[in-house]
């Protein structure tokens, strides 16, 4: 299943929204990856393996279930993370874009491949639909988190 969307994240049209910097943005995509369960309500446990300046590999915990990933970055661009195959976990990605149309105009694109062919997608097409919805939930309310942290100056501090 591969599944995109975007989240737009400074409405110009409406001058009663804060709007918020791609520098801002930016760090607040980082800040997801660095400390997940701010944003994943059911995760229960985040650790970083290794860190460079380009990306990191994390181990995430759900219960008994382990993953790990590697997520790099393409400062002010996107955050990338990369699931390996692992026990019963196929192989799967999402890239984090940022998109600037115009100047302050900024969304995030959303781009999620889970491996699967698209013949085994036609099968699995009410999963597959269920698991766009709660990709788009958890997408909003990521930058729900994002736009309150920036609103309220705890992205200007953060390192970019």
Known sequence: MK????????DLSNPMIEVITREQLWRGLVLRAEMPRMFVSYLDDALIMERTEAGMTRTLKYGELEVTDRVSFVHLEHVHYDVAAQKEIPHSTLRMSIEEPQP?????????????????????????????????EADVETVRIIRELAEAGRLDALPS
């Open 3 to 10: 599944f995109e969307h975007l989240v737009e994240i400074n």
């Open 104 to 136: 302050q105009a900024l969304f995030v694109r959303f781009s999620y491949d889970n491996g699967q062919s698209a013949q085994h997608d036609a099968e699995n097409d009410m999963y597959d639909e269920y698991r766009k919805s709660a990709y788009h």
